[in-house]
């Protein structure tokens, strides 16, 4: 189709599987905090295919699935913006995200989750909220151009290899940090 951005409204609640297959056209993708559920197995998600998404705004805190997004059938998503209703960072959700560049968060986000920023290469940088108290394991494990982290003030747990195999040259840690 001829779809370039995808922009749903709030009161969708899922989406079928294969109803973005293969929009080759489509860049820019908006799901609202109302979305409950995307349909898909691993061998059929919603978004396969879509091979040109550059950026994702994602709200959906209640949806029943980690990784809407794969990097192998979505290959060029730079940005991914989450939404106010986020309070975590799921799972795997950026996970090889290879173009990747750009993460924005709400400030009340408790919680990077496992794996989230898995081998997102071309990550250099990136800000802790205050209000992160938990990175979980290999959250950003294989980001070898991450170099600079800034650290939140208010971050508890660091999980198992959670910056292995980094580029990180740089930790800038805020006011307030008693230990780490």
Known sequence: TGLSSLI??????????????????????????????????????????????D??????????????????????????EFGDSIKYIRDKFCYEFDSLTTVIYPKHVKRIGAEAFYNCDKLTEFTIQDSVTTIAGSAFYGCDNLTTVEWGKNL????????????LRSLILR??????
């Open 55 to 80: 950026s994702v705004y994602w709200n959906a805190n209640n949806c029943r699935v980690n990784q809407p997004f794969y990097a192998s059938w979505n290959p060029r998503i730079r940005v991914v």
């Open 175 to 180: 006011e307030g940090i008693d230990s780490i």
């Open 8 to 53: 749903l409204h709030e009161g969708i609640d899922s989406i079928a599987q294969r109803a973005f297959a293969y929009c080759t056209k489509l860049k820019v993708v908006s799901i609202p905090s109302s979305l409950r559920c995307i349909d898909g197995t691993s061998n059929d998600r919603t978004f396969f295919n879509s091979q040109y998404i």
């Open 156 to 167: 508890k747990t660091i999980g198992a290899e959670a910056f292995r195999s980094t580029g």
